[in-house]
């Protein structure tokens, strides 16, 4: 369980297990998340060879590589990369290797 107070999360992510997506392929394990809003952060397991569908992030979103590669558009991020995607940005990353990667989002997440 995460430690919180009004204004912090704490959350050991080594006892917070993957849990499954929508998407073959791709793990996650959440950190924080707001209902209301959409907001939150989380780490994101892709394995080799997969494709995550193109969404929409109303809000923008932070993504920063932990392990691997991320491809998304022309680009190739590996570790230590970041990538900001400006509200209404749409992409659909995939990756060739598989990655580990954190990802950080200030509201809704849309399918397109």
């Known amino acids: 369980m995460p430690h919180a107070s009004a204004d912090r999360v704490i959350r050991r992510t080594a006892d917070v297990p993957w849990r499954p997506t929508d998407v073959a392929g ?3 394990k959440p950190l924080r998340y707001v209902p209301e809003t959409g907001a939150g952060a989380s780490l994101l397991k ?5 494709a995550y569908p193109a969404h929409r992030h109303e809000q923008g979103e932070d993504v920063y590589v932990l392990e691997g590669e991320l491809l998304v558009g022309t680009e190739r991020l590996g570790p230590g990369d970041y990538l900001y995607s400006p509200p209404g940005s749409v992409h659909a990353p995939r990756t060739a290797q598989g990655c580990v990667l954190f990802a950080s989002f200030p509201g809704h997440v849309r399918d397109v």
Do not use: D, I, Y
């Open 46 to 50: 892709m394995a080799p060879g997969c």
């Open 26 to 28: 791709v793990e996650w």
